[in-house]
């Protein structure tokens, strides 16, 4: 199998991707697109597609920080952790909410939490979500293709 070391620049290319991390770690509840994780490069990629794709007034993007309660003394350091990884000011960021739950008392360095970023917007939850679904169906409903050999 070939593997590709270059994509194409056709924003449908970003837009399916889009759609398949977000039928993947999206949240498919609400009104609103969102997205967590505990790397910085996925978010940064959402928030990149979001802005390229679909025009998003970046300020309407809102993140919360998901953090265990042994962090608490470094919500604002964790905060701006995040905001130098995805070049976003501090009025993008709610409060952080934390896990009380969690028996953790000492972290390691490399700790920077769970970033959700949430965009209240239904008609675009519904177009990303419509499209993965269709792409799927679509390639699900498709008599068998001959496998690709190795090269």
Not at 9 to 15: I, K, N, P, Q, T
Not at 29 to 53: E, H, Q, Y
């Amino acid at each position: 199998m070939r593997i590709a070391t270059s994509l194409s620049g056709d924003l449908s290319v970003d837009e399916l991707a889009l759609a398949m991390l977000y039928l993947g770690d999206g949240s498919k509840t609400g009104s609103a697109v969102r997205l967590g994780s505990m790397n910085p490069d996925i978010i940064k990629f959402f928030i990149w597609a979001l802005k390229r794709l679909y025009d998003i007034e970046e300020q309407r993007l809102s993140c919360r920080l998901h953090l265990i309660e042994a962090v608490r003394d470094r919500e604002k350091q964790l905060i701006q952790w995040w905001m130098e990884r995805l070049d976003l000011p501090y009025d993008n960021f709610r409060r952080a909410s934390y896990d009380t739950r969690s028996q953790v008392i000492r972290v390691t360095d490399d700790y920077h939490g769970v970033c959700v970023v949430t965009y209240s917007d239904i008609y675009l939850l519904q177009r990303i979500l419509g499209l993965s679904k269709t792409y799927i169906q679509l390639r699900a409903c498709r008599s068998p293709e001959r496998k690709i050999r190795p090269a």
